[in-house]
């Protein structure tokens, strides 16, 4: 099962079941069901949020929308997707791609929902950051139970130089608005089939051509999806709705870097492609500074 938000001019915010080329509107505020997470707090479990869901469809009225569609620009004038999920707390891991066994992997606070953005949205770039670069990774949204109940993409935006000057610049390197986008769309488990096997893929693209593009496996992930999620929990109990990024195994040239006007694509097999614009904002320092481009 796939779901999303997505905006419909006049209506807001609307909750979303992709079936084929076709979306069907599940919102019915009357059953409390004005986003997905409010399904997910509804169903519990990945089993249970399936079955709100799958009601939710029986009873749907109006026409149903086209999934094509929505897959556009944001604009406040036509229908178009936003965060598959407004999630109470974002947390990412470092450490968790490589071979053989690993460390535990260290655990960091991304974001709140407020700090995210969906398909379509800018990714926001600040000029006194320095080298800043997007990480391609597998999302795990969890339920009441501690368990997934479902699956999404995910840009874990980084500031590397700001990452590497001590923890004080972690919220610099890591926590900004704007420097983490979920989408295209929720895939629950059972669609999902093994998250331990899935090809991540990130591109970035600059003046309409690719400038980089790199794969990587969630096989490699160690212990496995299952163990990360764990990992979380046992360092304290997260609302349902929380999103886990599970880190990225796909390493960017040091040639390489973010700037304003590139498009960002990640793309995790059986939940779709999530791009981005890169938008420059003025540093805290200077209305006139620019990122610098990497030459192709």
């Known amino acids: 099962m796939k779901l999303i938000q997505f905006v419909l001019p006049g209506k807001g915010q609307r909750v979303g079941l992709v079936q084929g080329d076709r979306v069907l509107d599940l919102t019915a505020a009357e059953e409390g069901i004005r ?26 009225r109006g026409k149903p929308l086209d999934w094509a569609e929505l ?9 178009h997707l936003v965060l598959p999920v407004d999630p109470p707390e974002v947390w990412g891991m470092d450490g968790t791609y490589g071979p053989g066994e690993l460390p535990p992997p260290a655990v960091f606070f991304k974001a709140t929902g407020a700090r995210c953005v969906g398909p379509g949205a800018p990714l926001i770039l600040r000029a006194d950051v320095g080298r800043v670069v997007p990480e391609a990774e597998l999302a795990v949204v969890i339920g ?30 890591k926590v900004l608005r704007g420097r983490c986008a979920l989408g295209p769309c929720l895939v629950t488990p059972d669609e999902i089939g093994d998250p331990d096997r899935l090809q991540v893929r990130c591109a970035i693209r600059r003046d309409g051509a690719e400038l980089f593009a790199a794969t990587a496996n969630t096989a490699a992930i160690a212990p496995d999806v299952t163990g990360l999620v764990g990992h979380l929990l046992a360092n304290g109990w997260v609302p349902p709705g929380t999103v886990l990024a599970t880190g990225s195994g796909i390493a960017i040239p040091d040639s390489v870097q973010l700037a304003d006007g590139d498009v960002v694509d990640v793309e995790v097999e059986g939940i779709g492609r999530l791009s981005n614009p890169v938008k420059l904002t003025p540093s805290r320092n200077s209305r006139t500074a620019r990122a610098p481009r990497t030459p192709r």
């Open 35 to 60: 986003s997905t997470l409010e399904l997910i707090v509804q169903g519990k479990t990945a089993h249970g949020v399936v079955a709100r869901a799958t009601w939710l469809a029986r009873h749907a």
């Open 71 to 79: 897959q556009r620009a944001t604009s406040r004038r036509v229908p």
């Open 144 to 173: 009441a139970d501690g368990c997934p109940v479902a699956f999404t993409a995910c840009n874990d935006v980084t500031g590397e130089f700001a990452l590497h000057d001590g923890a004080a610049a972690i919220a610099v390197a």
